[in-house]
């Protein structure tokens, strides 16, 4: 074989070995989380026969005021997606199904969960399945009780360089992602992967975002809304690592706000929703 010929492809082997060093795998990723478990057949967790449709902007891009999603009138859909009851809604409209003491919500336990782009069962501990105070969801059906959960994790770029990270997220049903400066809910446009509405294991489109030096704060809603499967998967394609959120989370402003006390007002001094 001629010296040219060799040369060609030494250099076609070093181009694509080349090419796989420089791709980032899409490595599992570990939170905090929090688990609820909404009444089966209350409200907007249906039995059966829900309406089945998938919105990509059901919520806004910051969190609201007491840190929970804030639904968007404007939402558009595909098939048929129903806006929140207003009994989940409060006068921020912002989304209650984190919301323990609300319809029926209750605490379901705490701990930690790993994430990747194989789905998670996310099947309440109801009737049918083994799992107790979150920590080992139940499978096979939610005929009792449907689970909702916050998850928090938190990142860090490095001082003098910058993170482009690709997010994608899927669930069975509802889930949505936001990355902001810790400390920060406030923050514009946080919102970076959002998935609403009533439907199968559906993954929704990446999005690309770049980040500069600093510790962000990532937190994911999710909520299996009908008895028919309950999953979640989340993956970002960078060398970051999450890990579960070092910082003390304050109680829930939410909880308990909407039994006729008119604890409202005093909700706003708090801004986490975590039941302790």
């Not at 829930?252 to 409202?264: A, K, Q």
Request: aromatic share 10%; with cysteine; glycine share 14%.
């Amino acid at each position: 074989m001629k010296t040219s010929v060799v040369n060609s492809y030494v250099i076609a082997i070093a181009l694509v070995l080349g090419f796989f060093s420089c791709v980032k795998p899409a490595a599992a990723q570990t939170f905090n989380i929090q688990y609820f478990e909404a009444p089966t057949g209350s409200g907007d967790f249906y039995n059966g026969g829900a309406p089945i449709g998938t919105s990509l902007n059901y919520v806004q891009p910051t969190l609201g005021p007491d840190g929970l999603p804030v639904f968007n009138p404007g939402y558009t859909a595909s098939g048929t997606v129903l806006a929140p009851g207003s009994g989940y809604l409060n006068s921020a409209n912002e989304i209650l199904y984190w919301t323990s003491g609300l319809n029926g919500i209750v605490p379901d336990g705490s701990g930690t969960i790993t994430l990747s782009s194989t789905p998670v069962t996310m099947f309440a501990p109801g009737t049918s399945g083994p799992g107790t105070g979150g920590s080992n969801n139940g499978t096979g059906n939610d005929g009792t009780y449907e689970e909702t959960a916050v998850l928090t994790g938190e990142f860090t770029v490095p001082t003098a360089g910058s993170d482009t990270v690709t997010f994608d997220i899927g669930a069975d049903d509802m889930a949505f992602a936001y990355v902001f400066p810790l400390g920060d809910p406030s923050d514009p446009d946080s919102l970076v992967e959002s998935l609403g509405g009533i439907h199968g294991d559906t993954s929704t489109p990446s999005n690309v975002v770049t980040y500069g030096p600093g510790t962000y704060e990532i937190e994911i809603f999710y909520a299996d809304r009908d008895t028919t499967q309950a999953y979640l998967s989340f993956t970002d394609s960078s060398d970051l690592t999450i890990t579960p959120t070092s910082t003390s989370a304050t109680p829930e402003p939410s909880t308990f706000m909407l039994l006729g006390t008119g604890l409202i007002g005093a909700a706003g001094a708090f801004r986490r929703r975590f039941v302790r």
